[in-house]
């Protein structure tokens, strides 16, 4: 079965920089989730979008922004990088909002240096 | 807020028994929970997921349970094998609101 596809999956990049990483969901998924997950740490949710706008939003630095295409693919960019957003960045698709899971791709590995 | 715990960093297992991971959840509001896998290297991968108005759902070797009284649910995995090796994180979410918020992950090790 198709899955979640991100791209980069390692990237890296000095201070102050910027990144963008990509997501292409599950086809037919309609929603999208941003997770960061630092060393030995839990996923913690960054920003969600659902039919192309934004439905939630976590603790996403303002440095960060993202949205979600025509296609249903969504971007995450990221500028004035700093070394603690060194993290694996996730990103999740689901059909609908309301209790359907959310399934993962094996994410971008973004190291600052 | 939202907080989600398991409590136990590691699980080691005998290969063929069955384990148990325990989470605990904070928001009574939360209507909607999930377990992960996460193997090296890789995103978390769906095992189960149950909604508040469930006590028990099971699955493939596997068996979630929810104790709303308590705030506390756990996944059973029967027979466990070498492949089950990985960490498991359960996550819950608000009504009305899409984000996860993850427990802290309980590494399961599987001994031969």
């Known amino acids: 079965a198709a899955g979640v596809i991100q791209s980069p999956r390692h990237l890296i990049k000095e201070k102050r920089e910027t990144a963008t990483l990509k997501c292409y969901p599950i086809p037919r998924h309609d929603t999208v989730y941003w997770y960061q997950q630092g060393p030995g740490q839990d996923p913690q949710f960054l920003i969600s979008f659902y039919e192309k706008m934004q439905s939630d939003k976590g603790s996403i630095p303002d440095r960060f922004s993202a949205q979600q295409f025509s296609d249903y693919h969504s971007e995450l960019n990221m500028s004035s990088l700093e070394l603690g957003d060194s993290a694996l960045y996730f990103c999740?698709?689901?059909?609908?909002?309301?209790?359907?899971?959310?399934?993962f791709g094996d994410g971008t590995r973004l190291s600052i240096l | 807020g939202e907080s989600v715990g398991l409590h136990l960093p590691t699980l080691s297992v005998q290969e063929g028994d069955n384990s148990i991971i325990n989470c605990a959840y904070s928001?009574?509001?939360?209507?909607?929970f999930i377990w992960y896998k996460q193997e090296s290297g890789k995103g978390p991968q769906f095992i189960i997921d149950?909604?508040?108005?469930?006590d028990k759902r099971q699955g493939q070797r596997v068996t979630v349970l929810l104790n709303k009284t308590v705030k506390h649910l756990s996944l059973q995995i029967a027979a466990t094998q070498p492949g089950d090796s990985a960490v498991y994180f359960c996550?819950?979410?608000?009504?009305?609101?899409?984000?996860?918020?993850f427990g802290g992950g309980t590494r399961v090790l599987v001994k031969p």
């Open positions: 996550a819950a979410r608000k009504a009305a609101g899409n984000k996860l918020t």
């Open positions: 999740a698709s689901s059909r609908g909002q309301t209790n359907q899971p959310q399934h």
């Open positions: 928001n009574s509001a939360s209507d909607y």
């Open positions: 149950i909604r508040s108005n469930m």
